[in-house]
Structures are given as C-alpha cells and as structure tokens.
C-alpha cells in the first residue's frame, strides 16, 4: 500500500516562489511516472507536471518556463519548484503516483497567489 504525503504549499505575492514536495512511502520500486497536478476552484483537475523513472518530462503550456519538477528516487520524492507565481497558479495541488497495475493521489496541499 502506497501514500502520498505532500508539502510546501502556503501563500505567497505574485512573482514569489515556492517549492512543493511528496514523498511516497510504501514499495516505490520499478518503472513509474510521479507528478504534479490541480484542482482551481470552480475548474477540473489539469496536469501541471511529470516526471518518469528514467527522467522524461512533461510540463503543461501554462507552467513552462516558470515551473521545475524533479525527483530523488533513493527518497521517494519529486518535487515542485515554482518561479513567478500568479494568480491564476492558485489550486490545490495533488501528487500523483503512476504504477502500470494502480494510481495513487496525494491529498492534496493549498497554493495561494495574491496579486
């Protein structure tokens, strides 16, 4: 059994960063994809960023370039860094935990960017 546990969220002002973290406890070995996504109030969960196993990525249109996803495999963790926060970024976010036999979702943790 797997659970996810995140961490990092908080408010900032817009421009701020932050750094998101989620580590996996449980067996975490073999081939998978962990990462990031959110939930905007009013608004349907989006993919925000992956990571796979061997390090292929992928990052949603909206968060190029600001946005940095990572991952420590001997820790079970991927993080989130996150550079130029605006308003719109504001979501709770949820790691995500991709086996090929089950998918596993953090709780989620709350991110608030003032203007």
């Known amino acids: 059994q797997v659970q996810l546990v995140e961490s990092g969220g908080g408010l900032v002002q817009a421009g701020e960063s932050l750094r998101l973290s989620c580590a996996a406890s449980?067996?975490?070995?073999?081939?998978?994809?962990m990462g990031w996504y959110r939930r905007a109030p009013g608004k349907q969960r989006e993919l925000v960023a992956t990571i796979t196993s061997t390090g292929r990525l992928n990052y949603a249109d909206s968060v190029k370039g600001r946005f940095t996803i990572s991952r420590d495999n001997a820790k079970n963790t991927v993080y989130l860094q996150m550079n130029s926060l605006r308003p719109e970024d504001t979501a709770v976010y949820y790691c995500?935990?991709?086996?090929?036999?089950?998918?596993?979702w953090g709780r989620g943790t709350q991110v608030t960017v003032s203007s």
């Open positions: 995500n935990l991709d086996l090929w036999y089950q998918t596993y």
């Open positions: 449980g067996s975490s070995s073999g081939i998978n994809t």
